[in-house]
């Protein structure tokens, strides 16, 4: 049942303590025979719980989870995405946008859908987003660990076919949740001058930036290699980046799933 307005059950340096404990992670406890170790049903239920209390644009919850559960979907989702640790982990979802379940919705109501496709990718990764982080942070306060998993983008054309997603249905990421069997380091943020701001926007010094990419560099550490961040950067978003090759990908699933704003 809905309960009652909370008072404060938590001080602020516990919820900040709570907040420095996240870490991504990637290996997972699992079963002696390596398969998933399930989550206790209540820990189950309080996560998805989680995800669809996440506040959501107009009321209309512009999203869907596909809970990945056979062992095969879970090997072709981790192959597709690139991303291996789909299979041990104790759950893995696919977080998608879905403006599909209300354009039905006023069908059946007898209503005539709009046609507002950059409308939809806008307001339907919102709500996917939101409803991850909730169920990611409600596995964090049960003591889980996770990873986002943005490999989606490497697969986009098998996972439609794969998950069966219909017109107005695109996979943001994949999110794995799992009882961490690595201790990842602290990973650093820039300063926090760079990302909030107030009243106007605050475009970065090249010092600031300099600075940032300082305090970034140990995200970037790889055995072998000095920790440089601006490689790392380069890697996915110069000229002839992973973003370049994922480009095209997206924007033909974006036409497939109905989802184009741009021209043809
Ligand atoms: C949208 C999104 C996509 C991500 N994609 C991947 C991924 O495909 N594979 C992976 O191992 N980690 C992925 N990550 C995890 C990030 O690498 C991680 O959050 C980042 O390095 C910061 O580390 P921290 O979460 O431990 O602080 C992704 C995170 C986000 C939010």
Redesign the pocket.
Known sequence: MPSTLPTRAQSAEQVTAFYDA???V?KYVTAEDGSPLPLPADHLQTILHAAQRAPTDATAQLYSLIRLWRPEVRAEVAAL?T?AHIVTASEAFVVCADVRRVSRVLEVAGHTPGHWPAIAVHFGIGDAVMAGTNLLTAAEMLGYQG?????VMNGLDGLIDLLKLPQGVLPF?ALTIGQPAEQ?PH?PRVPRPLVIHTDTYHDATPEELREATEIMNP?AARAGQPADWARLMRSYFAQDGSMEAREPRLVAALKRQGLWAGEE
């Open positions: 996240h870490r991504t990637r995405t991303n990873c986002w998993i943005g490999g990421a990842p990973r995200i």
